[in-house]
Every structure is written in structure tokens, then in C-alpha cells.
């Protein structure tokens, strides 16, 4: 995902407009099917920001899909759940005659405004890199939430009026915790203990740079330690569970990091840099450019 350029969706409707769709029926709510529209506008090997939530099912687009740390391919229900600022990517893999499906609603945080869903949303921890998983559902779960996102459609699709906003988010907030529900049963059939490990090791990197570190990087051992297991072992189990090392991890996370503050700050290079723990921006120029094939300021460049 990495060689390829980060293009930002500032709104639904400049969405819309790139998917070929007609224009939403509200600037700060959408709600579509899947299959309405050109398999060709949606696999073009690009990285995505979006300036909104998404979220969605989809199937059978003959593409495999990289978020997180992860791909995944959308031959059974796949939910994603990405919030602004998250950073994925697209890549096609094979013509396929299979009929698209699924649906995707799209939700501004402007939607939220004012309301206790704007302060709680992002609380959800598949909003986060943490989880590092797609949800994959079972018929019925499935049909559970298609059920509430029917009720959302039909507020959509409606004349909205003064408790339409109201009635949208209430249905959203149930659809996300039965989405949570859904991704509690995963964690205890899906390799659990490792999944929490894996979820430990996020937190303790985010923490780190987000603490402002001005100390170096974070080491492996540094991860390790905070995790009270050995660096070996730590790496081993990370690699069998993701393909990337703990160094890998720490690298991942730190461009994660630097492209978020570049593509939404006005920081200088050399700030950035020191921010994430560099002594000298031009390795922090060099570990970026090795990561993502552009230097920090061509990347920043792509946004305007």
C-alpha cells in the first residue's frame, strides 16, 4: 500500500462525485447499495482519507482491501468500520462476474455535533488500528444489522424534519454496539489471546507517540517490556499472527503517525520529526521516503 499516493475525501458529496453517484440527499449523511454503482470507479489501487466515518459491507469485488496491518478479500460479509484520518488502501487483484453487493453509510462528525454520540463514537474500538480486524459476519448477524440499516434508510430517504437527525444517530449507536457485540464473539473464536496481545502492542505505540516521546524512538525492547514478555517471543508471535515484525510494527504505526500530522497540520518536517522521537529530520525523511516511496513534503504536496 505504501508505494502509492494518499488522495483525501473532504466531504460525502466529493465522494459521491468520484464514485459516479448522484448527489446525497444530505450533505452530512449517506446511505447507498454497494452495487449501484461502476466496479471500475472503486478499484483503482489508491490510498484513501476520508474526512468522514464509513462504514460498510461489501462483497465480491475482485479486490483485496488493506486496512490496518491487514488485507482482506470480500467474497463473504466483510464490515469495515473507518474513521477520519485513518489511512487505507484498495488494490485489484482479478475480473470478476460475481454481482457486487452490500451497502455503505457514510456519517460526518458535523452529524454528530451536539449530541453524546459525538463525544462516545470514537470509543468503538473498531474505529481504531488496535483492532486490526475486518468483522466478519454470520448470516445471522448480518441480517441483524441490515434490519437497523433499513430504519436508517428510510429516515434518509424521507422528508427530513427536526427528529429525523435524532432517530438516525439512535439507530447508528444501535448498529454499533451490536457491531461491537458481534466483534466480542470474533475475538473468542478467532485466536483470542493473541488478538489481545496484538491490541496491547497498538496501544503501547500510539501511547508512546502521542506522549509527544522526545527521547528516540521506541525500541522493541521498550514494547516488550511494557507487555512484561520477552522481545523474542514478542516478534515471533506478531510475525505468525500479522506477517511483521515488532520493529515492523513500530515503523508501521510511526508513518501511520507522520501522515496524519502532515496531511492535517501545518508542522514543519523537522517538527514532526522531532515530535515522533527523531534526533535528526533527515532520518526521519529517509525512514519515510524507504516506507512510502515519496519524501514527508511531496507527500504533504498530494493534499493540496
Not at 451497502?103 to 473498531?126: C, E, G
Not at 501522515?259 to 529530520?281: C, M, R, Y
Request: glycine letters at 4%; one cysteine or more.
Amino acid at each position: 500500500m505504501s508505494q502509492h499516493r494518499v488522495h483525501r475525501v473532504k466531504s460525502i458529496a466529493e465522494f459521491h462525485k468520484m464514485k459516479g453517484l448522484p448527489s446525497p440527499q444530505h450533505p452530512l449523511i449517506s446511505l447507498f447499495d454497494y452495487g449501484t454503482f461502476e466496479c471500475s470507479r472503486e478499484i483503482n489501487h489508491k490510498n484513501f482519507v476520508f474526512d468522514f466515518y464509513h462504514i460498510s459491507i461489501k462483497r465480491s469485488i475482485g479486490a483485496k482491501f488493506k486496512y490496518g496491518q491487514s488485507h482482506y478479500d470480500f467474497d463473504d460479509g466483510v464490515m469495515f468500520f473507518i474513521a477520519p484520518n485513518q489511512v487505507f488502501g484498495i488494490e485489484k487483484i482479478e475480473e470478476i462476474a460475481t454481482a457486487k453487493s452490500g451497502w455503505v453509510l457514510m456519517i460526518h462528525p458535523d452529524f454528530l455535533w451536539n449530541k453524546p454520540l459525538a463525544a462516545t463514537i470514537r470509543q468503538y474500538d473498531f474505529f481504531d488500528y488496535a483492532v486490526n480486524e475486518a468483522l466478519f459476519l454470520s448470516e445471522k448477524e448480518e441480517a441483524k444489522l441490515n434490519a437497523i440499516v433499513q430504519n436508517i434508510e428510510q429516515e434518509y430517504n424521507a422528508n427530513m424534519d427536526k427528529f429525523s437527525q435524532g432517530i438516525i444517530i439512535s439507530q447508528l449507536e444501535t448498529l454499533l454496539n451490536y457491531s461491537d457485540r458481534f466483534y466480542q464473539r470474533q475475538f473468542l473464536t478467532r485466536k483470542a489471546a493473541n488478538h489481545q496481545i496484538l491490541a496491547n502492542v497498538e496501544q503501547v505505540i500510539d501511547a508512546y507517540f502521542d506522549n509527544g516521546n522526545t527521547t528516540g524512538l521506541p525500541t522493541v525492547q521498550y514494547v516488550a517490556q511494557s507487555l512484561n514478555i520477552s522481545p523474542m517471543y514478542l516478534s515471533s508471535m506478531l510475525k505468525s499472527l500479522t506477517g511483521l515484525t515488532t520493529q515492523q510494527h513500530i515503523h508501521e504505526k510511526l508513518i501511520e503517525k507522520a501522515k496524519e500530522k502532515l496531511s492535517t497540520t501545518e508542522l514543519t518536517v523537522s517538527q514532526i520529526a522531532f515530535d515522533l522521537g527523531f534526533e535528526h529530520s533527515q532520518s526521519f525523511s529517509k525512514l519515510f521516503k524507504s516506507k512510502t516511496s515519496v519524501s514527508p513534503l511531496a507527500f504533504r504536496s498530494s493534499f493540496n
